[in-house]
């Protein structure tokens, strides 16, 4: 079993870049790929990263992710800041049958 | 375009029993992993249960292993959970979502609320 780690709140001005820690507790991070979620109030959860780095279609080039062995964690960065992109953001991989999800980070663009 | 569409949430007691369904379309639903995962008020998102294409396999979160089912009718294009033994702990808004390990890429519906208070 393990958990993912993430700061409970990051705030930036519109037009800078954001990067969002999920720090995995034990095993390594390259074990089992990275998911990132974007979750505004009251909507559906829409994914922004998979497997790590990948971006769904639709999703713009201002959001990236990646992951780093020597800290064990992944990173959600986006840049040039919108407003539009202030939102919960969530993390999740995968445990043997089971799916884990970050404590979720707040964005404030502000 | 996929979609997936909850329903059947609403105000139980405790002890109580609701089942919730989930409609999808824009994929062949029987050939994908299947999921319910919860958000109680004021926190983060909580994976509850999973489910294969052809219901061969099901997995649960620990909080609800033995009061929670999960199950899907395949010809219907519909994903259920009932939930039996309801307390306040689940209390929570219940989302629908397809994602699996071979095809992590997820997408979801806009929850259906569950409130356990009596």
Known sequence: NFMLTQPHSVSQSPGKTITISCTRSSGSIASDYVQWYQHRPGAAPTTVIYEDKERPSGVPDRFSGSIDTSSNSASLTISGLRTEDEADYYCQSYDASKWVFGGGTKLTVL | ?118
């Open chain 2, 1 to 118: 375009e996929v979609e997936v569409v909850e329903s059947g949430g609403g105000l139980v007691k405790p002890g109580g029993s609701l089942r919730l369904s989930c409609a999808a379309a824009g994929f062949t639903f029987s050939d994908y992993y299947m999921n319910w995962v919860r958000q109680p008020p004021g926190e983060g998102l909580q994976w509850v249960a999973s489910i294969s294409g052809r219901s061969d396999y099901r997995y649960y979160a620990d909080s609800v292993r033995g009061r929670f089912t999960i199950s899907r009718d395949n010809d219907r294009n519909s994903l259920y959970l009932l939930m039996n033994s309801l307390r306040a702990e689940d209390t929570a808004v219940y989302y629908c979502a397809k994602f699996g390990y071979l095809e992590p890429l997820g997408y979801w519906g806009q929850g259906t609320p569950v409130t356990v208070s009596s």
